[in-house]
């Protein structure tokens, strides 16, 4: 019985140590949005492609892989499309869209939550066009070009210190509303 109840006892300990780790905040501090944004980048740019989360006309999350441009000054991010494709009806009827990058090689991730903004103006779209672009849509002009302007920006990266609240595991991120 001594065993037992000491086993008990262990385990009970454990449990209430766990609890109280698992409740109580982290005692680091969030990571400062410099960076978090340098983390963000160099995620972005390792990940290549993106998902692109839109509202399908159920209501339920569509995604679907996407080839984007690197992310500008306001992490912004251009995207081409098809004119039929049915994400172009998605965010005609609900512009907001999130966008995902995964990095396996640094335990990294970034998520990107705002808004897409058709690009309509010729010259813009001529301006924003990548030439890897080409063999899906020949000319800018035959394609839907949006930028996705971010309103939060979350992000874990392992190998560059930012990672979330141990308890919670909500990640550090930034909000540009």
Avoid at 149 to 166: K, N
Wanted: proline fraction near 10%; charge should be neutral.
């Amino acid at each position: 019985m001594d065993g037992r109840r000491a086993l008990l006892s262990i385990l009970l300990s454990l449990f209430a140590l766990a609890a109280c780790r698992t409740a109580a905040p982290s005692a680091l501090p969030p990571p400062a949005e410099p960076a978090i944004l340098g983390a963000a980048r160099e995620i972005m740019a390792a990940a290549g492609f993106c998902a692109l989360i839109t509202i399908g006309e159920d209501g339920h999350p569509q995604a679907r892989v996407m080839d984007p441009a690197a992310p500008d000054a306001r992490m912004a991010v251009t995207l081409m499309t098809n004119p039929s494709s049915r994400k172009v009806a998605q965010i005609a009827r609900d512009p907001r869209v999130t966008l995902f990058y995964f990095d396996p090689q640094s335990l990294g991730y970034v998520t990107i939550l705002g808004r897409a903004e058709r690009i309509v103006d010729p010259e813009e779209k001529r301006r924003r066009w990548l030439d890897r672009w080409s063999p899906h849509i020949a000319r800018p002009e035959d394609a839907v070009l949006y930028e996705v302007v971010p309103e939060r920006i979350e992000v874990v990266s392992v190998a560059r210190g930012v990672t979330g609240d141990e308890g919670t595991w909500t990640p550090p991120s930034i909000d540009l509303r």
